[in-house]
């Protein structure tokens, strides 16, 4: 929103929310009947190409965004190497309301301007009278109204909303007040519109001038340097016509230089070049190479997470994981997905975090949950995470942490597998178990006589039983076997408070949200309290019991480029695993925490605490 919103600021279908879309049903049933009426040498094919199109659009933008997303988090070539937050994804939410006025225009062209209707596939001279009427009166206009626009009275009513995103996204482009998005095409339909009135207009022209349009918009703000110097080596004038991100990036910081276009030429034409504008772009082309110090490893859990991965939708991405009903309509890029994760074997890196001077990133494992349980999957899972991890060594990185089912037990023994086939390992790698312990422990609610233990014993399962039976609280399973395998974990002492139950009357629960059954969660009594200790999350069934989160912390304001949830976790929450890893890197601790090994619980708590991560208590 504009620091002082001007009229006509809100987009006229914003109640509709996800509907607005409907708006072009008049326009597409036009079309339709318009072409199913005529006879079939007469019938308006431009019609019934404007929605494919206007989908093609789409498409077009959420590619620059997932390339730019992609780029920006691994890329040496960022322009602006600072952060964005929730703020600016939910401004840029709407983006596509751009998509949804140019329908509406287009279609209601179709009706009052015949000339349109079943255009000639290619006219050379209407795309050299588009590309004319584009240099020359377009970007002369649109310097002026730039300008125009930065003037107080205007900036503060309008533009200002543009200017809100200092560090830009290719939708950072498109994203105005409804007014100003009025003006601006206003200005673009002079070489839109002059061809057609001509009779030279054609669809290639028409659709690709608009296309070309969109690229540039999109690169522009795309946050890094794409446009190689060679151009600029061999063709020196082109500095005057063609921009590069980086001049645009210069806009978005110093707001009063850089106004032009696509074309820099007026900015040298009145005065308003940048500086800094040939150096920036020398040092983006250059980049620098970053120095992580602590590399936190997940992978996606369903087929339809991938697009809640930070390179895929930035709405999806900053809001907890959950089911949609659209997705269906992507199958191909879903299963796509899939079987290109058959035969991909390298890690990727999905975020970026800043936490003071220490420096964060986030990589992936190109699996899927279920593909972790294929047992001739297994070899090459591990191949990749010791890859990862002799890789992070390389880069310089402090610490490696092991998210979801990369520290699985019978996977790689919580990470041992990794530092017995290589000892002499510099970086530490932390499996998140004490935390993760310590969180559970911590959540117990006071007063506790009697805990129920459902669910497979894991390393953390046994770590929260032994601190249990330490504190004098009991600790109940149901199965025979489950009860000799604790008694295995725990030093003997400690037995007389491990309970074999063949009833469910505890009103405390840690379950692995991974494998408690429904069942089992109907049998519990009214008033339970189900603690995960796993990092699958428990689907609550009943609205008599409280449900706990994962083991997760509210992340401190410091903690810098967060703009994505962490799977089901709700916002600028991290799960204890990604957490442990951070401060093990803060504490500079030089053991690993991996296999069998435990750190010490209290020292581990109090560290956390005293770094400003507070444990997530849902409401």
């Known amino acids: 929103m504009a620091s002082r919103p001007g009229p006509l600021t809100e987009w006229p279908w914003k109640k509709l929310g996800n509907f607005k879309y409907m708006v072009l049903a008049p326009g597409l049933a036009y079309?339709?009947?318009?072409?199913?009426?005529?006879?079939?040498?007469?019938?308006?094919?431009?019609?019934?190409?404007?929605?494919?199109y206007l989908l093609s659009r789409i498409i077009h933008h959420q590619a620059w965004i997932s390339l730019a997303r992609f780029k920006t988090v691994q890329s040496k070539h960022r322009i602006l190497d600072k952060g964005i937050e929730f703020e600016q994804v939910d401004r840029e939410?709407?983006?596509?309301?751009?998509?949804?006025?140019?329908?509406?225009?287009?279609?209601?062209a179709l009706i009052v301007i015949p000339e349109i209707k079943n255009m000639p596939w290619w006219r050379t001279d209407g795309a050299v009278l588009t590309i004319l009427l584009h240099i020359g009166p377009v970007e002369f206009l649109y310097y002026w109204l730039h300008r125009a626009l930065h003037h107080h009275f205007l900036y503060s009513r309008y533009h200002s909303h543009h200017h809100s995103s200092i560090v830009t996204e290719p939708i950072s482009a498109v994203v105005h007040p409804f007014a100003e998005h009025i003006m601006y095409f206003t200005l673009f339909a002079i070489p839109v519109l002059f061809p057609v009135l001509n009779g030279t207009t054609s669809l290639l022209q028409q659709f690709g001038y608009i296309t070309c349009v969109d690229f540039l918009n999109s690169m522009g703000?795309?946050?890094?340097?794409?446009?190689?110097?060679?151009?600029?080596?061999t063709l020196p004038f082109l500095k005057?016509?063609?921009?590069?991100?980086?001049?645009?990036?210069?806009?978005?910081?110093?707001?009063?230089?850089?106004?032009?276009?696509?074309?820099?030429f007026y900015d040298y034409l009145y005065g308003t070049m940048d500086n800094a504008?040939?150096?920036?772009?020398?040092?983006?082309?250059?980049?620098?190479?970053?120095?992580?110090?602590?590399?936190?490893?997940t992978h996606p859990t369903t087929l339809e997470s991938i697009y809640h991965l930070r390179p895929g939708f930035p709405s999806l991405?900053?809001?907890?994981?959950?089911?949609?009903?659209?997705?269906?309509?992507?199958?191909?890029?879903?299963?796509?997905?899939?079987?290109?994760?058959w035969i991909y074997d390298s890690v990727f890196t999905v975020e970026r975090h800043i936490y003071n001077d220490l420096k964060m990133q986030t990589w992936a494992v190109p699996r899927y949950s279920f593909q972790y349980f294929l047992p001739w999957q297994k070899e090459k899972i591990n191949r990749m995470i010791e890859k990862a991890i002799l890789d992070a060594e390389e880069k310089g990185a402090k610490v490696f942490s092991l998210g979801l089912l990369n520290q699985g037990e019978e996977l790689n023994g919580n990470g041992e597998l990794y530092l017995r086939k290589n000892p002499s390992l510099k970086i530490r790698i932390s499996d998140g178990s004490t935390l993760t312990v310590a969180v559970v422990l911590n959540s117990i609610p006071q007063g506790t006589k009697q805990v129920a233990l459902a669910g497979k014993l894991t390393k953390i399962a046994c770590g929260i039983a032994e601190g249990l039976c330490q504190k004098e609280v009991q600790v109940a399973v149901v199965s025979k076997d489950d009860l000799e395998k604790l008694k295995l974990q725990l030093p003997k002492d400690l037995w007389s408070n491990l309970v074999l139950s063949t009833n469910y009357t505890q009103k405390v629960?840690?379950?692995?949200?991974?494998?408690?059954?429904?069942?089992?969660?109907?049998?519990?009594?009214?008033?339970?309290?189900?603690?995960?200790?796993?990092?699958?999350?428990?689907?609550?069934?009943?609205?008599?019991?409280?449900?706990?989160?994962?083991?997760?912390?509210?992340?401190?304001?410091?903690?810098?480029?967060v703009h994505a949830c962490e799977n089901w976790l709700p916002r600028r929450v991290m799960s204890a695993w990604h957490v442990s890893g951070i401060v093990h890197a803060l504490e500079?601790?030089?053991?690993?925490?991996?296999?069998?090994?435990?750190?010490?619980?209290?020292?581990?708590?109090?560290?956390?605490?005293?770094?400003?991560?507070?444990?997530?208590?849902?409401?």
């Open 31 to 52: 079309s339709i009947y318009s072409f199913l009426s005529n006879k079939e040498g007469e019938r308006d094919r431009t019609g019934m190409l404007l929605l494919p």
């Open 93 to 108: 939410r709407n983006w596509d309301d751009l998509i949804v006025l140019n329908g509406i225009i287009f279609y209601a």
């Open 221 to 233: 703000h795309c946050n890094f340097e794409v446009v190689p110097k060679w151009i600029f080596d």
């Open 240 to 264: 005057y016509i063609v921009y590069t991100p980086s001049f645009h990036s210069l806009h978005h910081t110093q707001f009063r230089t850089n106004l032009s276009l696509f074309m820099p």
């Open 277 to 297: 504008t040939d150096s920036l772009y020398e040092t983006s082309l250059k980049g620098k190479t970053e120095k992580p110090d602590v590399i936190h490893l």
């Open 317 to 341: 991405a900053s809001g907890p994981y959950g089911e949609k009903w659209y997705f269906w309509m992507l199958w191909p890029v879903t299963y796509g997905c899939m079987l290109t994760s």
């Open 509 to 561: 629960w840690l379950v692995d949200g991974g494998t408690l059954t429904k069942e089992e969660q109907k049998q519990a009594p009214c008033g339970t309290h189900f603690i995960p200790f796993s990092q699958l999350p428990l689907k609550g069934l009943r609205k008599d019991c409280v449900y706990y989160s994962t083991p997760a912390f509210v992340i401190p304001k410091a903690l810098e480029n």
């Open 588 to 619: 500079g601790w030089e053991e690993h925490e991996c296999g069998e090994k435990f750190l010490d619980k209290d020292r581990v708590w109090k560290a956390t605490l005293r770094h400003g991560f507070l444990p997530f208590i849902p409401t």
